[in-house]
């Protein structure tokens, strides 16, 4: 469906810090570099994965028509459901979503969801155990695998990138097995909404 990391950047989210969070899943960077990528693969990688300003343009896919509280909501169920395919018991971070007008379109009218978290396992030795089991549940049950790699930072960092067309989310998990704490870098995000006839987008 949907999106791919772009070069610089990956979700690492410590301090829940919305306004640092670029929109870092974008569709041509998957659909150009090919999909069906292994654990070996590094094409495509985002390199020395920490927090960004940069902004990055970005032709999102429809999502339909949502309130912006409704599209919220939304993307709140996902990320819920990640952390039960995570199977472990553990910490996860706040603030919760954010509101982000779409690339020019009007930002009264559309906008997209945007909801960066971490997962931090009870027992640092779980973090194998989350990603394994994120890895099986994203190829299943509507979502699709689309990248599977390890990037170019130092500890060499698991990728996995996975889209549900159904839900109009992607989702992108880093997997930072070497920090003092380690912990799943999670970035959820949605296709551009248009709020319906009457309302107008709330931006937070």
């Not at 994120?134 to 990138?161: E, F, I, M, R």
Request: glycine share 10%; charged share 20%.
């Amino acid at each position: 469906m949907f999106y791919g990391p772009r070069s610089g950047l990956a979700p690492r989210h410590r301090g829940g810090s919305l306004r640092s969070l670029p929109l870092v899943l974008v569709l041509t960077g998957l659909l150009l570099s090919g999909c069906g990528m292994t654990e070996n693969d590094s094409t495509g990688s985002p390199g020395n994965p920490t927090d960004s300003t940069e902004e990055i343009p970005v032709n999102l896919p429809d999502a339909g028509t949502a309130t912006t509280e409704e599209a919220v909501a939304a993307v709140k169920e996902v990320s819920s459901e990640l952390y039960r395919f995570a199977g472990v018991p553990g910490n996860a971070s706040e603030p919760g979503p954010g509101v982000k007008e779409c690339e020019g379109k009007d930002p009264d009218t559309y906008f997209t969801v945007y909801h960066p978290w971490n997962l931090a396992p009870a027992k640092p030795g779980d973090i194998d155990v989350a990603m394994e089991n994120l890895k099986k549940k994203l190829n299943s049950g509507g979502w699709v695998t689309k990248g599977l790699y390890h990037d170019n930072s130092p500890n060499k960092a698991l990728n996995l990138v996975a889209d549900n067309d159904a839900k109009k989310v992607s989702v992108w998990i880093v997997q930072y097995s070497e920090d003092t704490t380690p912990s799943l870098g999670i970035n959820v995000t949605s296709g551009c909404y248009r709020v319906p006839e009457g309302h107008t987008v709330d931006h937070f």
